[in-house]
Every structure is written in structure tokens, then in C-alpha cells.
């Protein structure tokens, strides 16, 4: 790809947008009210808006490695942080995907160098789901169910976040664990009971 096409590309998706509406950018530029947090992985072939098919301006997305939500990540943190006390999201989607390079890293044992703490999240999302995992004996399938059990975990760190606690609280805001099956261009609801995680959690990580 030559990073000059990029520009040419950029000259056309601003006309066809003039074409459909030729305020769309005046209202672009008027502020953003994203009802959605997407957090994601920063795989290219997992985009955001199009494999959901919303606008620019309706989902606040954070992306990382195999997307985690480690409770020492500034990054994760202030964007979570953000979505939820200022732009006031209803909803925070964690959305992982088969095939991911990051959490197949994870269940292999080279040295990634300064990936190795980041790996380790999900390395640490393994042994909680050891008895499970290890008991799939097809390694496909393996993989799989450790993308699922990554989204579920890391559901569950945005849960104890005391910005979602307290959100929670005032305006029922919801979590979601979904999974994008590359292989069929699915999204898979995982269907988390947020009730249920809510309250095997709250003796422990309740903040008032
Ligand atoms: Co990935």
C-alpha cells in the first residue's frame, strides 16, 4: 500500500459523504455523544464501526493487544474513565475474535520480550480456566474457548472499575462480552450474565 493512495482514498470518502449530506462534517465537527464503549483488538482485520456497521460518532473505541483491560493500564483506565463519567455510554462492549495472534502468543511459551507482561494477562486468564481449558482436547477449539474466556475476564475487570460500580448504580449502564468469528464475519453474543458476576464480586471489589 503507498501511504499516498491513503490520501486520494481520503478525497473520496469525503465526497461521497458530501454527496449523501453536505452538512456531515459541519456536524461531525458539533461533538460526539457515543451511546457504546468498544474496547477491541488492534488485529486490522477486526475494525470497529464496520463490522457493526455504525457511523463515526457512535462508538468511543479503545483498542489494544488481544483487548484487555489490565487494571494498571493507564490507557484502558482513562479511556474507560471517560466514556463512562463524560460521555455518559449506556453501554461497554469488550470484543475479542477467533484467531487471535495475541492469545494464541499466549498459550505458547516463546519469548516475546516486552510483550511477555502484557501476555501474561492473559497467561493469568488461563490458569483461573485451567480445568476447562485443559480438558479440550482439540486445539482449535482450545484456542478458541480462550479468546471467549479472555472477553469474559475482561469484562469482569471493567465490571470492578469503580467508574462502571457507580454507573452502575445511577443509570443500570451494561456490559457486554461479544466474540468476532473472522472465519464467518459472525458476532457472537457471549451473553454474560452481568447480574450474576455482579454478585459474586461485590463482597470483594465493592467501592462506596
Ligand atoms: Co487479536
Redesign the pocket.
Known amino acids: 500500500m503507498k501511504t499516498r493512495q491513503i490520501f486520494e482514498n481520503n478525497k473520496k470518502w469525503i465526497a461521497e459523504k458530501l454527496a449523501i449530506d453536505d452538512k456531515y462534517f459541519e456536524k461531525l465537527s458539533g461533538g460526539q455523544s457515543p451511546e457504546l464503549l468498544y474496547i477491541g483488538?488492534?488485529?486490522s482485520r477486526?475494525t470497529a464501526e464496520d463490522l457493526m456497521g455504525v457511523e463515526p460518532g457512535e462508538v468511543f473505541v479503545h483498542r489494544n493487544?488481544?483487548?484487555m483491560v489490565p487494571n494498571t493500564d493507564l490507557s484502558a483506565m482513562s479511556v474507560i474513565n471517560y466514556a463512562v463519567e463524560h460521555l455518559k455510554v449506556n453501554h461497554i462492549v469488550v470484543c475479542?475474535?477467533y484467531?487471535?495472534?495475541?492469545?494464541k502468543a499466549a498459550m505458547e511459551s516463546i519469548d516475546m520480550g516486552i510483550l511477555n507482561p502484557w501476555l501474561r494477562n492473559i497467561r493469568d486468564v488461563f490458569r483461573l480456566h485451567k480445568k476447562e481449558l485443559n480438558a479440550i482436547k482439540n486445539e482449535e477449539e482450545k484456542y478458541k474457548r480462550l479468546v471467549e474466556l479472555n472477553v469474559q475476564e475482561q469484562c469482569i475487570s471493567v465490571i470492578k472499575t469503580t467508574e462502571v460500580q457507580y454507573a452502575y448504580r445511577s443509570r443500570q449502564i451494561q456490559v457486554h462480552g461479544w466474540v468476532f468469528d473472522i472465519h464467518t464475519g459472525r458476532l457472537i453474543d457471549l451473553k454474560i450474565d452481568f447480574q450474576k458476576v455482579l454478585q459474586n464480586l461485590v463482597d470483594i471489589y465493592r467501592i462506596e
Open positions: 483488538c488492534s488485529d477486526v493487544i488481544a483487548n475479542g475474535h484467531y487471535c495472534g495475541g492469545v
